[in-house]
């Protein structure tokens, strides 16, 4: 059974940064799409960033929001993906999470939380004075 766990969350100012993490079990990874996703009070889940891989292809994609100051990256022996956050902003406030899929989605199935079947339990970020 493939579990998430998400660590890294918690209060900074605006301006500041912090680094998730989203760390996997229970299955080989070999390939695979992680998804981060947030969702604020309110208002709708929507992904943030999500990186596919497959043998030795790896591709990482951005919402216009957070393009230039979030990076997606893979630790593949430590089977774990980091969401760099920088230059943080109070509307980046949001329980963020991570989410897994088996296979390397096409691009366009990337962005919908429907199709990746593995969550973790979402980590607070804060972004405030």
């Known amino acids: 059974q493939v579990q998430l766990i998400e660590s890294g969350g918690g209060l900074v100012q605006p301006g500041g940064s912090l680094r998730l993490s989203c760390a996997a079990s229970?299955?080989?990874?070999?390939?695979?799409?992680v998804g981060w996703f947030r969702q604020a009070p309110g208002k709708e889940r929507e992904i943030v960033a999500a990186?596919?891989?497959?043998?030795?292809?790896?591709?990482?994609h951005y919402v216009d929001a957070v393009k230039g100051r979030f990076t997606i990256s893979r630790d593949r022996a430590a089977n774990t993906v980091y969401l760099q956050m920088n230059s943080l902003r109070p509307e980046d406030t949001a329980v963020y999470s991570c989410?897994?899929?088996?296979?390397?989605?096409?691009?366009?199935?990337?962005?919908?939380?429907?199709?990746?079947?593995?969550w973790g339990q979402g980590t607070q970020v804060t972004v405030s004075s």
């Open positions: 989410a897994y899929e088996r296979s390397r989605l096409i691009l366009s199935r990337v962005w919908s939380g429907e199709n990746y079947p593995y």
């Open positions: 229970g299955g080989s990874f070999s390939s695979g799409t």
């Open positions: 990186i596919r891989w497959s043998g030795g292809n790896t591709g990482t």
